[in-house]
């Protein structure tokens, strides 16, 4: 009995001294209002610190000696930002560093969604910062001096994550015939598009919305995949010829036919939110440039396929045509980050048609009873079933409601009226693939482009975007059939500052 009641205790003694070292490293220092501290630093670096606060200047961050100081402040950030630290601000504001420095913070907030909040170099939006947790405190990064705190953008059952700043978008121009015009008019859209990413301010009012985002990466393919080695006219002019086509290469070709267009750019362009006016208007100009590709490319549209291997890495199962692999740590190295949010932008007047078996494009192959327009249709073992797609997609990123997917493709502008569901919008009339009457060599049209032409039913790509949706990430659908693509580009802002405040659906 004696040893049971002194194993007891033993026991009860060492979970109160267990108990007690978390209570102690639990404990939150928090720096008072007002507080203050100030050191000279020169290009050997230096720490600087209040209560429970440090900030570390590394070597070689400054050129020459300078005065810095950190102070605890009384002012209110945005409403939809919930502050869970004091706001310190750090003097001279807008000193640059030229390495990073580090800056720890306690906070008493939800460690789930904890993020450091820096506001811009130049101007008063929040930036939330790439934090890394331990403990209590919250570690970041920042090249400049301005104000930040620690906090969350969100709140309730929705708020899982912390936010988000980095957004890496793909966008995906079907460039065969008859595209140009629906080039241009996304183009239009790109200078709200960037400045509303990189401010935060979603309706243009002057009032911060949603997290600035600190750098927003843009790449452009295009839907040629090639013939599969097959002669089919338009289908030989990608850099891989009408072996691979473009391949799902970024693109660096400017259309030097455009005013201000450069013949050649790098492989992505980027804009954030410490971006200056001209370097906006660059980054406009880069994706205008290099967007609006023109429509010479293969007919025989692969647009999922171009999209996935632009993504996927070599270390991916995934395999593309004649056993090779994604371009993500290859050809487009550099482009696609890790825990960046990742949207895909489809923007094309036909169904996709990803070839699984490349017998299909031959135009004298076994398939060679149907006309080449209706093959895909007509011979649906030969593609890609979607399911490639959409677990590919997944499969690049550890939230779902990381991958934002879009398109802009031929759904009838009415049957998006009223906010409808994907399976809705699938069920419509006009969005079945349906031989036409009057010219069986090709489907019958979903929509008309005004002025320009018509559009067909991009079932496979909706289907794309309702099966992501059910997943958990974001599927939006617009119509190219519009003569203005604001609403879909409204649609696509709203998914991402949802994910930028760290919402997870």
């Given at each position: 009995?004696r040893?049971r009641?002194?194993?007891?205790v033993?026991?009860l003694m060492?979970?109160a001294?267990?108990?007690?070292c978390?209570?102690s490293?639990d404990?939150?220092?928090?720096?008072?209002?007002g507080?203050?501290?100030e050191?000279?630093?020169?290009?050997?670096?230096g720490t600087?610190?209040?209560?429970?606060?440090?900030i570390?200047?590394?070597?070689?961050?400054?050129?020459?000696d300078r005065?810095v100081?950190?102070?605890?402040v009384?002012?209110?950030?945005?409403?939809?930002?919930?502050?869970s630290?004091?706001i310190?601000?750090?003097?001279?504001?807008g000193?640059?560093f030229d390495q990073?420095?580090?800056?720890?913070i306690p906070?008493s907030?939800?460690s789930r969604t904890?993020t450091?909040f820096?506001?811009?170099?130049?101007g008063?939006a929040?930036?939330?910062?790439?934090?890394?947790i331990?403990?209590?405190?919250?570690?970041a990064?920042?090249?400049?001096f301005?104000?930040a705190?620690?906090?969350?953008?969100?709140?309730?059952?929705?708020c899982?994550?912390?936010?988000?700043g980095e957004l890496?978008?793909?966008?995906?121009?079907?460039?065969?015939n008859s595209?140009?015009?629906?080039?241009?008019?996304?183009?239009?859209?790109l200078?709200?598009?960037?400045?509303a990413l990189?401010?935060?301010d979603?309706?243009?009012d002057?009032?911060?919305?949603?997290?600035?985002?600190e750098?927003?990466r843009?790449g452009?393919?295009s839907?040629?995949?090639?013939?599969?080695?097959?002669?089919?006219?338009?289908?030989?002019?990608?850099a891989?010829?009408?072996?691979f086509g473009?391949?799902g290469v970024?693109?660096t070709?400017?259309?030097?036919s455009?005013?201000?267009?450069d013949?050649?750019y790098p492989?992505?362009a980027?804009?954030g939110?410490?971006?200056?006016s001209?370097e906006?208007e660059?980054?406009?100009?880069?994706?205008?440039?290099?967007?609006?590709?023109g429509?010479?490319?293969?007919?025989f549209?692969?647009q999922?396929?171009?999209?996935?291997?632009?993504?996927t890495?070599a270390?991916?199962p995934?395999?593309f045509?004649?056993?090779?692999?994604?371009?993500?740590?290859?050809?487009n190295?550099?482009f696609?980050?890790?825990?960046?949010?990742?949207a895909?932008?489809?923007?094309?007047?036909?169904?996709?048609?990803?070839?699984?078996?490349p017998?299909?494009?031959d135009?004298?192959?076994?398939?060679?009873?149907?006309?080449l327009?209706?093959?895909?249709h007509?011979f649906?073992?030969?593609?890609?079933?979607?399911?490639?797609y959409v677990?590919?997609?997944?499969a690049?990123?550890d939230q779902?409601?990381?991958?934002?997917f879009a398109s802009?493709a031929?759904?009838p502008?009415?049957?998006l009226?009223?906010?409808?569901?994907?399976?809705?919008?699938l069920?419509?009339?006009?969005?079945?693939?349906?031989?036409?009457?009057d010219m069986?060599?090709?489907?019958?049209?979903?929509c008309?482009?005004?002025?320009?032409?018509?559009a067909?039913?991009?079932?496979?790509?909706?289907?794309v975007?309702?099966?992501l949706?059910a997943?958990?990430?974001?599927g939006?659908?617009g119509?190219?059939?519009?003569d203005?693509?604001?609403?879909?580009?409204?649609?696509?802002?709203?998914?991402v500052?949802?994910r930028?405040?760290?919402?997870?659906?």
């Amino acid at each position: 009995m004696r040893s049971r009641h002194v194993l007891l205790v033993s026991i009860l003694m060492l979970a109160a001294a267990l108990s007690g070292c978390t209570q102690s490293h639990d404990r939150i220092e928090m720096p008072a209002l007002g507080e203050t501290a100030e050191i000279t630093v020169g290009a050997s670096g230096g720490t600087l610190a209040l209560t429970g606060v440090e900030i570390t200047i590394p070597p070689g961050a400054l050129p020459s000696d300078r005065q810095v100081r950190v102070t605890v402040v009384d002012e209110t950030p945005p409403s939809w930002l919930r502050p869970s630290s004091p706001i310190l601000r750090f003097e001279p504001e807008g000193l640059e560093f030229d390495q990073p420095i580090e800056v720890r913070i306690p906070f008493s907030g939800d460690s789930r969604t904890a993020t450091v909040f820096w506001s811009q170099r130049e101007g008063d939006a929040f930036v939330p910062r790439a934090t890394r947790i331990e403990g209590r405190v919250a570690i970041a990064e920042s090249t400049h001096f301005s104000q930040a705190f620690v906090g969350s953008a969100c709140e309730g059952d929705d708020c899982c994550d912390q936010a988000n700043g980095e957004l890496d978008v793909v966008l995906m121009v079907d460039n065969s015939n008859s595209m140009s015009e629906e080039q241009a008019a996304l183009a239009a859209q790109l200078p709200r598009l960037a400045r509303a990413l990189a401010s935060g301010d979603s309706n243009g009012d002057g009032v911060q919305d949603f997290p600035a985002l600190e750098s927003v990466r843009v790449g452009v393919v295009s839907s040629d995949m090639g013939a599969g080695g097959n002669s089919v006219p338009t289908c030989d002019g990608g850099a891989g010829g009408a072996m691979f086509g473009d391949d799902g290469v970024l693109r660096t070709a400017g259309r030097t036919s455009l005013p201000g267009c450069d013949a050649s750019y790098p492989a992505f362009a980027e804009v954030g939110a410490d971006s200056t006016s001209a370097e906006i208007e660059g980054f406009v100009r880069h994706v205008s440039c290099v967007g609006t590709i023109g429509t010479g490319g293969c007919g025989f549209e692969q647009q999922l396929e171009s999209m996935l291997k632009a993504v996927t890495p070599a270390t991916s199962p995934l395999r593309f045509f004649d056993d090779t692999m994604g371009h993500a740590d290859g050809e487009n190295a550099g482009f696609l980050r890790d825990d960046s949010m990742l949207a895909v932008v489809m923007l094309t007047d036909e169904d996709d048609c990803s070839v699984l078996d490349p017998e299909i494009i031959d135009p004298s192959g076994e398939y060679s009873s149907v006309d080449l327009n209706l093959r895909c249709h007509a011979f649906p073992e030969a593609v890609h079933d979607t399911e490639r797609y959409v677990d590919g997609l997944l499969a690049l990123r550890d939230q779902p409601a990381d991958v934002i997917f879009a398109s802009v493709a031929g759904v009838p502008t009415d049957a998006l009226e009223g906010d409808p569901s994907l399976d809705t919008i699938l069920s419509d009339a006009r969005m079945q693939s349906v031989i036409d009457p009057d010219m069986p060599t090709r489907l019958t049209p979903s929509c008309e482009v005004p002025g320009i032409g018509n559009a067909f039913p991009p079932r496979r790509i909706v289907e794309v975007a309702r099966d992501l949706d059910a997943a958990g990430a974001h599927g939006v659908v617009g119509s190219i059939c519009q003569d203005d693509f604001t609403p879909v580009i409204d649609a696509i802002l709203s998914r991402v500052a949802s994910r930028a405040r760290g919402e997870c659906r």
